[in-house]
């Protein structure tokens, strides 16, 4: 099993494959990055490739990638939303299965989708890609792997609204935490909303920053010093007002307290 | 007297300890008497509660369990349905507060500690909610185990449709003030029923 | 008190309102009280409807319900011509009305005809909707409302913040200075029970003078032509028997086929609504009184309103005719627990009132077409309605309805947003130039202001510019 390195249309960088090479496996997955971890975090979709890596599972990185289209669907512009997302489903064509290191964008593509194309040519493609797509840990949990040992932590757990509700899911990053040897210290109505909400963090500002604000305190009272979550939006919101507030938080994403 | 309490203790059965125990969370109060004692217990709970005045359903079981005698023996007034009273007076603005309405359930609902009100003739839609306190004689096979089943007997179309029932589930409340619930909002502040076996 | 809630004709948003919906936002986030009120509230909901989940299944009952109204729904024209053909056979009087304004000409209408000076109502969210109030104290009428909370509204000149608990914003010293005010006296006790009690007594003085009483339906029943009006207080029922005349005032959604399903809402009600297994009374009347009998009203009138509810059939939104306002969507809401129901700006708040609100209203209704967007789009709302109403969904599809100059240019925005992003190339591009712009931005890890779409989001709080955050 470990053996051969992969040559694919995979635009990893030369460091993490030094250290990690990527394996013939029995399992192959094509990675979304998201958005947001282009944005703003790369580190993110690189670590939850090494992790999965060190799982024994072939990954690939769709270099033409670009958005799951969520902020024009939830603005309310599906027009403009269909036409992101047809590129999406383009990219994600193939039998594997869609590892997505974000509850979020997971959700969008699982439960909006079918939604946003039907009665459309690509109705079939989009329930397919739905049927393939899902989050970083659930697949982790889904399909038992163990990535060897983590983060030792203690690190507290934000439930993200599309994660818990959109995928019905709070089990998942909790086990792989468990597995990992990571220490959770879970803190007081973690399943409660951050008020991060995408395009809402920006139109209602003051609303948005009051819940993250009451999220970074129960964060912070957990005692674990360290917030993580299977959603980078909601991590970069909390501790975002956590430092204009001067709360001490630190925050990453699971798949960084997982990779070391 | 008490020989005849003893001879005829009441009988309970599960339905009927559920309703007393559904009425007990509801905040009113239950207990089972033979049609013998029903009378005499009814006064006694009303005499406790300083009741001066009742306003009977005009109802057969009334008569029956001798509630009327007993309560003139308790000392409290008896008016039965239609009482003939002048709206202030029939709303507790005037005449005495601690008036006792006394209904004759058409059935109850053992599992959430509900009576079945039915306005007729003898019985009027107010007589529980206008007075401060509230006795309802039910007799014992009366009692059903769910709403649905209660609903479905009351509205199964043999008759025609009753113009107003009122389902009852313990005293009035109102929680309208800082979410805390707070008896005594409209209806009646007390609510005992006399399950009549 | 003939200016208590004051707005005019048409919409069903209020129109005194003040300021745009994030200003609002932002007043009542200050309010320190008013967010220790909504959180005793909202805690104490969770708390009972923890219960009716553990103890009587409130999760399993969702489905049978969500069945239940989804066919009302479909089934209605026929539901209810069944249910009017019901309450005239049973000698009540059936109007259908268009809108509020054709249903309150109704009832000020017969209010005039019948010489009616006092009107004692009991809590309608149908009737805040229509307006009735105005139009009745227009006609020259009294008009009490007769539940705590909503008394409590009327006396403080307010809107209700919450379908089920209008007053839950205030607190009990705030209501027992409100009550010396009306009494004109300062004898007014302090405490909860006392409160109560005194009510009781102002009130029921009310229901003495009152000629007619007007109540909302929580349910119609059509194989019977029976209204079922659920409450815990006894107004309702003092509403229904005490005046001459009883006029219920229904949405003309809110009607189920017969009792079997009746039975099935009717449980699922009052747990959704205030964690209980059981409110203390439903009152289920069925026409007037009958000749033998000695109380209770003469004459009968449903109202049944449509009011812009008719046209949502057959559209995305039907599912929204679904509810039974039950509010449990406002108490699971973060949003509304943090700024409270006023600053809807409408009778109907939290989840369901942002999706229905503009859907009555219209689409570019100033007053509400902002609603849809005050949201996270977390989904609390959606599970938490007990009739598995997809409000997060609905409130998505409510955001591409509206129309606002905001929209308008959100909508340029993402026209070129979605044009970069749909080609790598152009998307590579832009996410380098974005990257380039933090780094330049970027002061020790963080940016506290960015240009552009940035600027709202630094307005409050910080951006990392690099991953993992610094401290």
Redesign the interface.
């Known amino acids: 099993m470990r053996a051969t390195r992969q040559k694919g249309q995979d635009d990893s960088e030369g460091d993490t494959r030094a250290r990690y090479p990527t394996y013939t496996a029995r399992m192959r997955v094509l990675l979304m990055r998201t958005c947001l971890s282009d944005a703003v975090a790369p580190s993110v979709w690189k670590a939850t490739r090494r992790v999965l890596q060190r799982c024994g599972v072939e990954v690939t990185v769709p270099r033409s990638q670009t958005c799951c289209s969520q902020p024009a669907w939830t603005a309310g512009h599906p027009d403009q939303a269909r036409a992101v997302a047809r590129h999406t489903l383009k990219v994600f064509a193939g039998p594997e299965e869609v590892v997505v290191p974000s509850g979020s964008c997971a959700g969008m593509v699982v439960h909006a989708y079918p939604e946003m194309f039907k009665g459309e040519p690509e109705e079939e493609a989009a329930l397919d890609l739905a049927r393939r797509t899902i989050e970083f840990t659930q697949f982790l949990s889904k399909h038992g792997l163990d990535p060897g040992p983590g983060s030792s932590g203690p690190v507290t757990i934000h439930d993200s609204c599309h994660m818990l509700r959109v995928l019905d899911e709070s089990a998942s990053p909790r086990e792989a935490l468990e597995v990992a040897g990571c220490a959770v210290e879970e803190m007081e109505h973690t399943d409660r909303c951050c008020g991060f909400g995408g395009v809402f963090s920006i139109t209602f500002p003051e609303l948005s920053a009051r819940l993250g604000e009451e999220k970074a305190r129960a964060a912070v009272q957990s005692g674990a010093g360290e917030v993580t979550s299977c959603d980078l939006g909601c991590l970069m919101h909390i501790v975002g007002v956590a430092h204009r507030q001067g709360i001490p938080l630190r925050a990453r994403h699971i798949a960084e307290v997982l990779d070391r | 007297m008490a020989a005849a309490q003893v001879s005829a203790a009441p009988v309970s059965t599960p339905l009927v300890e559920e309703l007393l125990a559904s009425l007990s969370r509801r905040k009113a109060s239950g207990q089972v008497a033979a049609a013998g004692q029903a009378g005499w217990a009814a006064a006694r709970w009303m005499a406790d509660a300083g009741v001066t005045r009742a306003v009977l359903a005009d109802d057969p079981l009334v008569q029956e369990i001798g509630l009327p005698d007993a309560l003139r023996r308790a000392g409290i007034e008896v008016l039965t349905w239609p009482t003939g009273q002048a709206k202030r007076e029939a709303l507790g603005l005037e005449g005495p507060p601690d008036v006792c309405g006394v209904t004759v359930p058409a059935l109850a609902v053992a599992e959430r500690g509900t009576v079945v009100l039915e306005a007729s003739a003898g019985h009027g839609r107010g007589i529980d909610v206008t007075s401060r306190h509230h006795v309802a004689l039910l007799p014992a096979d009366r009692i059903v185990q769910t709403l649905a089943q209660a609903l479905a007997r009351t509205f199964d179309g043999s008759r025609p449709v009753p113009s107003a029932v009122s389902l009852v589930s313990g005293p009035s409340r109102s929680s309208d003030i800082e979410k805390i619930s707070t008896l005594g909002a409209h209806g009646a502040l007390t609510e005992h029923v006399v399950v009549i076996t | 008190m003939s200016t208590w809630r004051r707005r005019d004709a048409g919409g069903v948003a209020y129109s005194d309102v003040e300021g745009t919906l994030?200003e609002r936002?932002?007043v009542a986030?200050s309010d320190r009280t008013l967010r220790g009120?909504l959180d005793?509230?909202a805690t104490?909901?969770g708390e009972g409807r923890d219960a009716m989940r553990r103890d009587h299944g409130l999760d399993e009952m969702r489905e049978r319900a969500r069945e239940i109204r989804r066919q009302n729904i479909r089934d209605l024209p026929a539901l209810l011509s069944e249910m009017q053909a019901k309450v005239r056979e049973?000698g009540g009087t059936v109007v259908r009305a268009a809108d509020g304004a054709e249903a309150c000409r109704y009832i000020t209408g017969l209010a005039r005809a019948r010489g009616v000076r006092v009107v004692a109502k009991s809590k309608s969210m149908a009737t805040e909707e229509i307006k009735l109030n105005e139009a009745l104290e227009d006609a020259g009428l009294e008009v009490v409302e007769?539940?705590?909370?909503e008394w409590?509204l009327q006396l403080a000149e307010e809107h209700p913040s919450h379908i089920i608990?209008?007053?839950?914003h205030?607190?009990?010293s705030q209501?027992a200075d409100l009550f010396r005010e009306e009494a004109g006296t300062d004898d007014v006790p302090d405490d909860?029970?006392g409160?109560?009690?005194h009510?009781?007594?102002r009130?029921?003085?009310k229901?003495?003078q009152a000629g007619m009483g007007v109540s909302g339906v929580n349910l119609g029943?059509a194989?019977?032509?029976?209204v079922c009006i659920v409450e815990?207080?006894?107004?309702a029922?003092?509403v229904?028997?005490?005046p001459r005349i009883h006029v219920a005032v229904m949405g003309m959604e809110r009607v189920v086929a017969d009792?079997?399903q009746?039975?099935?809402i009717?449980?699922v009600l009052p747990m959704a609504a205030?964690g209980q297994?059981?409110?203390?009374?439903?009152?289920?009347?069925?026409?007037?009184?009958?000749e033998?009998?000695?109380?209770?009203p003469e004459e009968f009138h449903l109202v049944i309103v449509d009011g812009g509810r008719g046209a949502l059939r057959g559209t995305e939104f039907e599912e929204a005719l679904s509810c039974i306002r039950c509010g449990a969507c406002l108490y699971s809401c973060?949003?509304w627990r943090?700024?409270g129901g006023q600053a809807y700006g409408s009778p109907y708040s939290g989840p369901i009132g942002a999706v229905i609100t503009p859907l009555l209203e219209g689409p570019a209704s100033p007053a509400s077409r902002d609603l849809?967007?005050?949201?996270?789009?977390?989904?609390?709302c959606?599970?938490a309605c007990p009739v598995g109403i997809p409000l997060q969904?609905l409130l998505?599809r409510?955001?591409?309805?509206?129309s606002s100059p905001?929209?308008r240019t959100?909508?340029l925005a993402?026209?070129a947003?979605?044009r970069l992003?749909?080609?790598?190339s152009t998307?590579r591009t832009w996410?380098a130039g974005?990257?380039l712009m933090?780094r330049a931005r970027g002061k020790a890890g963080?940016a506290?202001h960015l240009p552009g779409?940035g600027a709202?989001?630094t307005?409050?709080?910080?951006?990392?510019t690099r991953?993992?955050?610094r401290?």
């Open positions: 994030r936002t932002i986030l009120n005793t509230a104490s909901w049973a007769t539940d705590l909370g409590i608990a209008p007053a839950v205030l607190n009990r209501v909860r029970e409160l109560v009690a009510a009781r007594v009130l029921r003085e229901f003495a029943v194989s019977t032509g029976t815990n207080e006894g107004n029922r003092l229904t028997s005490q009792w079997d009746a039975a099935h009717l449980q205030i297994d059981a409110a203390n009374y439903v009152n289920l009347i069925t026409g007037p009184r009958r033998d009998e000695a109380d209770g973060p949003m943090s700024v849809p967007f005050m949201s996270s789009l977390c989904g609390a959606g599970e969904d998505v409510a955001r591409a309805r509206a905001a929209t959100s909508g993402f026209r947003w979605s992003w749909r080609h790598p998307y996410m974005w990257r933090l963080w506290s779409p709202g989001w307005q409050v709080r910080d951006m990392p991953w993992p955050p401290r």
